[in-house]
């Protein structure tokens, strides 16, 4: 298991497009948003959060849009399959690699531009948490519609991860507010971890069986 995730990190951390684009293009977002308004005429850090939300969701997509398309193509996948009957270690260790790569690199971002737009520093480090924890969700979700659209375009990703993901969005709605107001953040948190943990133990038996059955 080890080997495997140095595999992983090693491939990632050499393509560079694959992990720096998704953060450069938030970083973009979230400056070109307040250059797009009058911020004089509204108290910004109300409703910063919603963008962070957005950026959140697209930058989860375009980062695991590409997550298995590299091995399809180059027939790692094949071997692998040949070798040992399975990819439950590989769609872990791949979903937990970009989320140390990419989810961790995106909370802070979202923090800092959080406390750039009059968010309390004593607010940042439940904002990086639940960002974290919502990203590793959402990473998940989205590695199963990468999976599932393989070799048949990433629409049919996204019109099957799409919908999975509203539920989150409004739990981290739901987590912003209790930022914002001061109450049920630990009981909201909870939610969120417990879900993390439930789909990162679950989705990658789900992507297993969805690899196998482009390669069979």
Known sequence: MFNLLFAE???????LRAWLGPLLIMVLVLIAFPLSIDVSQYDLNKFYFSIIVIS?????????????SED???????QIYLE???FYKVALTKIS?????????MSLIGSVFSFANGVSADELPKIFVVLLFSTLILFNLFAFGSALSLNKGAMLGVLVS???TLPVIVLLGRAVRTIQYGEGFLEVLALLL????????IMPLII?????THLE
């Open 84 to 86: 040992e009957k399975d």
């Open 72 to 78: 399809y193509e180059d027939g790692s996948l094949e």
């Open 162 to 164: 799409l919908p999975l």
């Open 56 to 68: 959140l969701l697209m930058i989860s997509f375009l980062a695991t849009e590409s997550i298995f």
């Open 208 to 212: 297993s069986a969805t690899l196998k």
């Open 97 to 105: 690699i970009y989320v140390f790569f990419i989810g961790i690199p």
């Open 194 to 201: 417990g879900v993390g943990l439930i789909l990162m133990a």
């Open 9 to 15: 990190a090693f491939k990632l951390r050499h393509r």
